[in-house]
């Protein structure tokens, strides 16, 4: 199944300075950039096309394919100064490069790729700086014994702020943490139908637009994780990842966990 994703914003809250243009999807955890581990996730499950809905600081994400560098992160014998790899990553992906505009919506950049889909079906998509261990093949199985057009993974809200419940007044009737509401967020992760396309209108919205007219129709539906959930939204978060890669703590990286048993990498 073809994997779309959005690696084209501007990713502001990520930024380093005023001269900074790499895009969020390569910022670094570990050793490899944020879009690397979420292809990573896929690949895994054997999901090894890739249509990559590129924007802002495209020339990044394109050179770091064009110049990759499979010993970083992969086993290798160097003899009489040759290198001979004993495990590779990307040699059996498909990866397609798609410029979409620098200003699109994340509606539009996938309308924009259309084409590169073959008119499958199904496929995937995904914002490219998201990384959880949630289990692909059971949302897709589910999704797919379903008469929906398009399959959204939601979270607990991640918010560690509190509601407060207010009386007459002002008084306080009750303190309730966000994450204890029976709320969903949007986790980032979709399962799509060609259908999507029949709701999301020239520069609209995939979530605002295209989900929600689905929702209305009652054609959208949604896959609960409770599991290892984590965004990138700010340098915060993308330092805690780094920080958790190295010392060993990475539950998204499910191509580590059934080689060692443990999720952690040899």
């Known amino acids: 199944m073809k994997v779309v994703l959005f690696c084209g914003g501007y990713g502001m809250r990520m930024r380093a300075g005023a001269n900074d243009d790499i895009p969020k999807p390569m910022a ?19 999901h090894k096309e890739f249509i990559l809905c590129l924007g802002y600081g495209a020339h990044h ?26 495990s590779t990553d990307i040699a059996d992906w498909t990866v397609t490069f ?14 924009r790729v259309r084409e590169h889909l073959d008119g499958d079906e199904m496929f995937l998509a995904n914002y490219a700086d998201v990384l ?11 999704f797919s014994r379903r008469d929906a057009g398009a399959s959204m ?29 029976p709320l969903w967020e949007n986790g980032g992760y979709f399962v799509l139908r060609q259908e999507i396309f029949d709701h999301i209108p ?9 989900c929600a007219q689905l929702a209305k129709m009652g054609r959208l539906v949604a896959h609960r994780h409770r599991g290892f959930w984590q965004p990138t939204d700010t340098v915060k978060e993308r330092t805690a990842l ?3 890669y190295a010392r060993g703590d990475r539950p998204w990286a499910v191509w580590e966990r059934e080689r060692t048993g443990t999720g952690v990498s040899a």
Request: aromatic share 8%.
């Open 202 to 210: 020239e520069n609209g919205d995939l979530v605002a637009d295209g």
């Open 153 to 181: 993974m939601v979270v607990p809200p991640q918010s560690s702020f509190h509601c407060v419940e207010l009386g007459q007044d002002g008084l306080v009737g009750g303190i309730t943490p966000v994450s204890e509401l």
């Open 98 to 111: 798609a410029q979409t505009g620098i200003e699109s919506p994340i509606g539009e950049r996938l309308r």
């Open 61 to 86: 994400i394109k050179n770091f394919f064009l110049n990759y560098e499979e010993t970083v992160s992969n086993d290798f014998v160097l003899r009489g100064g040759r290198t001979e790899l004993l």
């Open 242 to 244: 780094d920080e958790a």
């Open 28 to 46: 670094m955890v570990g050793p490899r950039p944020l879009i690397w581990h979420v292809m990573r996730y896929y690949a895994h499950y054997g």
């Open 132 to 142: 959880t261990d949630a289990p692909l093949p059971e949302m897709i199985d589910r």
